[in-house]
Every structure is written in C-alpha cells, then in structure tokens.
C-alpha cells in the first residue's frame, strides 16, 4: 500500500462546478499535510495547508482529519484557470523529515 | 527575488559520465531537498538536508550523492549514470527544520542518459 493515495483521474468537469479531492495516509507519524497543484510538468506551487481546523482560501477549502488519516481539497466554481494536477503532500517525522507525495490527480476544466 | 535555482534545465548525456546537478536558494532556508518525478510514480524524495553537513536518505536514494558545504546549495551528483534514471528533477527548500513549513520548488531539471 502506498503511504500517500489519492483519488485516482482524470476528473473532466465543466466550468462552474465543484469538484472534490480526496488522499489518505498510512504513516501515523505524519505531522503536516498541503496542496500542491502542477501544471504540465512544471515545478508544484503550493495551493494551501491543511489543518484539522479546516482552512479556506477564496474558493478552494481543505480539511484534515486525523483519526481517519483522510485529508480533502474542495474547489468550487471551477475556471478553466483551474485545469491542472492536484498534488497531496505528506511530511513526516524521521528524526529529520521526510516528504511524500501522493501520485496526483489530474482535473480538467471545460467551457 | 526569492528562488530556488536548478542548473542545467536540460541535458542529454551518456551512461557511466559523471554529472552534477546544480541548486541553490538565496532565500537562508535551513531545509533542502532532491525529487524525481516519474509518469505514474509521482514526486520521490531522494535525498533531504536537514542543515548543513546534515544530509539524509529519502525513499530513492540509489545511485545519487548529495553534499551541503553551504546553506544556499544542495547538488546532487550521479557518479555513474544509468538510464534508469532519466527522469524530470526538482529541488526544494523550506525555511525551518521542523516539518510545518511548506516547500519551495525549482524549475525543474530535465535528465535524458541515454
């Protein structure tokens, strides 16, 4: 089992819509989690960390829930602006820290 | 402006030739860090520095070297290439060493060996 899974994709949905993401973890000596989104192959930029909290910034929303070791990325009011890969990222305590990546999820926004 | 800075973006080289790849930040982040991406594999952690002369393992760590003599830069070395590791690499950094503080990405170096 991977340590980091992810909603397998691609997810085709038209402009407008919500889309949900979902990633679980396996390794309970996670301590952080983010977002990232990747264009085409470029560099991952980060959209947002996740907090048990839960945490929203503009249209997107994420949400970390320790117990089921279940972390989600909620975007509503899709823009073609948004077709990218969705990156779920784990650090976690080693000593030092390690960092995983979940394989990714790929979203395409249509007119 | 504050970047990470991977050299070269591209290169095409030979099995067995030695090659360094370039990174440095000049943003005085204390963490650094070497990725592959692979198609269907995702990002892998190949080798993480806490701190300088501080480096260690991540999950791909076969057939790379890594050294941190100075806080900016983190190269990673491929004493004896093999095509096997023909791949898209990334660098990153974060400012501290515990583990809350997200990542900063280069651009990216792209790696044929062929």
């Known amino acids: 089992r991977k340590e980091v899974e992810q909603d397998p994709g691609p997810f085709n949905v038209p402009e407008g819509a919500t889309v949900a993401f979902n990633c679980t973890y396996s390794n309970s000596a996670s301590q952080s989690f983010f977002w990232y989104r990747q264009d085409c192959r470029k560099e991952p930029k980060l959209l947002m960390s996740v907090y048990s909290s839960g945490n929203e910034d503009g249209r997107f929303t994420a949400q970390l829930n320790r117990a089921s070791q279940y972390i989600s990325l909620l975007i509503r009011d899709s823009k073609l602006s948004d077709s990218a890969t969705y990156l779920c990222?784990?650090?976690?305590?080693?000593?030092?820290?390690?960092?995983?990546f979940g394989a990714g999820t790929r979203l395409f926004v249509k007119a | 402006e504050a970047q990470v800075t991977q050299n070269p973006r591209y290169l095409i080289t030979v099995t067995g030739k030695k090659l360094t790849v370039t990174c440095s930040q000049n943003m005085n982040h204390e963490y650094m860090s070497w990725y592959r991406q692979d198609p269907g594999l995702g990002l892998r952690q190949i080798y993480y520095s806490m701190n300088v002369e501080v480096t260690d393992k991540g999950d791909v760590p076969e057939g790379y070297k890594v050294s941190r003599k100075e806080k900016r830069n983190f190269p990673l070395i491929l004493e004896s290439p093999s095509p096997n590791q023909t791949s898209l690499y990334f660098c990153a950094s974060s400012p501290q060493r515990n583990s809350n503080q997200p990542q900063h990405f280069g651009d990216g170096t792209r790696l044929s060996i062929l």
């Open positions: 990222v784990v650090n976690m305590r080693t000593g030092g820290f390690k960092t995983i």
